[in-house]
């Protein structure tokens, strides 16, 4: 059988990413250019600029990620990208350019969510292993995911509020730190010898969805309280209160689901699961639980091509296929391939 070579695309937020991926578990190539110096002056990511960045970026980044490969349009089976969820402009500019790139060279077109995506990083570091939990933890998405078999998606749990990198990224702001805020707040947890108490926001007994605006609420309350009382708060407390509450729910969550549905494996994803806090929560209860966990390196954590490489490959092998009418979905569902 022919090696399976996928060019992937990924422009759905502030990375402008492309990536060559061989049958599904090998990186070939990686390029991500990252606009975070730029949003940081505006302390988000405002849309308009991301999307004149990817249009600046798209192409140096596929002919980097060729070049690095050292493989021709010719040597590839099909082209990936990301068609939501994400900003619609962003969006865009990577399917029009994974557009053109497919009919130029008459590839298969391959439309990408970007959650499965960050789900099947965890591919290229092992192999999945079913049925399997993954926790999606990113800046816009909070959800627990059952996966019976490859391209089979079930979401038992999600946020109904923030999203675990979102409070990461407005309570870094409290406290006067750059975007995006997560590295910051888990480098100060880390540094930090005790924490305030912060609540924990469990919902119904059973349930595994999530909330963070209440804890959020509670560090802006703090702050306030202090500033009128003219008392300094010291942002290593705060961070490693906050960060305990996150990690705390998370992991007891997931633990809970990871029992009741039996799994034999558990994953975490996206860019929060990049959180020193969360990966050892994560390592010390499922070691304890003897269930293999698995976490992607930093880099396949954050947004990048690689990712959406990985479950093309799948999708692929599946008969999934995109074409010429591919819009950008900003609000895209998790649904099944298979
Ligand atoms: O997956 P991602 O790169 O983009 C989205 O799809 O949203 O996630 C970005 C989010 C940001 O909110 C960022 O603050 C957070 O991931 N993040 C972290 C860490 N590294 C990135 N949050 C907590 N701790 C980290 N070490
Ligand atoms: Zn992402």
């Not at 990413?17 to 250019?33: H, P, Q």
Request: proline share 5%; net charge negative.
């Amino acid at each position: 059988m022919n090696d399976q070579y996928i060019l992937a695309i990924e422009t759905s937020c502030d990375e402008t990413a492309a990536a060559i991926i061989r049958n599904g578990t090998e990186i070939v190539s990686n390029i991500v250019a990252s606009q975070i110096d730029s949003q940081k002056r505006f302390g988000g990511v405002v849309p308009e600029v991301a999307s004149r960045h990817h249009v600046e970026q798209i192409t140096i980044v596929i002919e980097e990620a060729l070049e690095k490969a050292n493989m021709q349009p010719s040597d590839l089976t099909a082209v990936a990208v990301t068609e939501g969820p994400g900003l619609v402009g962003a969006l865009l500019i990577g399917i029009n350019a994974a557009k053109a790139f497919a009919f130029a060279h008459g590839l298969p077109l391959i439309p990408v969510h970007h959650i499965a995506g960050h789900i099947y990083a965890n591919a290229l570091v092992e192999p999945m292993e079913f049925p399997l939990l993954a926790l999606v933890v990113s800046g816009g998405h909070t959800e627990l995911v059952l996966m019976k078999e490859h391209g089979s998606f079930e979401v038992i749990g999600e946020t109904r509020d923030d999203a675990a990198g979102e409070a990461y990224d407005k309570v870094a702001r409290v406290l006067n730190m750059p975007y995006p805020g997560g590295p910051h707040i888990d480098r100060l947890a880390q540094e930090a010898k005790e924490g305030i108490d912060f609540p924990r926001a469990w919902l119904e007994e059973n349930s595994y969805d999530f909330s963070f605006s209440g804890l959020k609420s509670a560090v802006i309350n703090y702050k306030h309280n202090m500033d009128q009382r003219g008392e300094e708060i010291d942002p290593q407390k705060v961070a490693k209160g906050f960060q305990d509450s996150v990690v705390e729910v998370l992991t007891t969550k997931t633990l809970r689901a990871a029992r009741e549905f039996n799994v034999k494996q558990v994953i975490a994803a996206g860019g929060v699961s990049a959180n020193k806090g969360l990966r050892t929560s994560l390592e010390q209860v499922f070691e304890k639980e003897q269930i293999p966990f698995i976490v992607p390196p930093l880099k396949l954590c954050t947004d990048n091509a690689a990712m959406i490489g990985a479950a093309a490959s799948y999708m692929y092998v599946a008969g999934v296929r995109g074409d010429l009418a591919m819009n950008g979905l900003p609000g895209k569902e998790l649904k099944s391939w298979i």
